[in-house]
């Protein structure tokens, strides 16, 4: 039987040892929601959950593909992004370059699948 949300924020709470005022103080909300959270009472909004995530260092939205896709694909022009601000900083070909483009292309690989990629839908690093 799956966890209900509720559940997962206290189980992730409880594994990352925090008490309800400490995860409050880290997501910047009053401690009455994280109690009412975690207690059913109501769900937190989006941006309040993404925060959660972030502190309690886990994922607790159940993603549909679509979601997924999105993220993903946000997260590719986020690293991009990066790797712009970077490119004062660093060398052409230096480890961190490497490792930022490695990472955009597993998540372009995993987005689009070799049969849907085209090269107008492809997306490349900006010039």
């Not at 990066?82 to 998540?107: M, N, W, Y």
Request: contains cysteine.
């Amino acid at each position: 039987m799956e966890k209900s949300l509720a559940q997962r924020i206290h189980d992730a709470r409880m594994q990352k040892n925090l008490t309800q005022r400490e995860l409050a103080r880290e997501v910047g909300v009053k401690i009455s929601s994280i109690h009412a959270w975690e207690h059913g009472r109501r769900k937190p909004k989006q941006s309040n959950l993404y925060a959660l995530e972030r502190a309690l260092g886990v994922v607790l939205r159940d993603w549909n593909e679509h979601e997924k896709r999105a993220a993903k694909g946000q997260a590719i022009f986020q690293i991009l992004d990066v790797l712009d601000l970077l490119r004062g900083c660093i060398s052409e070909g230096s480890p961190i370059e490497t490792h930022l483009k490695e990472a955009a292309s597993l998540l372009e690989a995993d987005i689009f699948n070799s049969s849907e990629v085209n090269d107008r839908a492809k997306i490349t690093e900006p010039s």
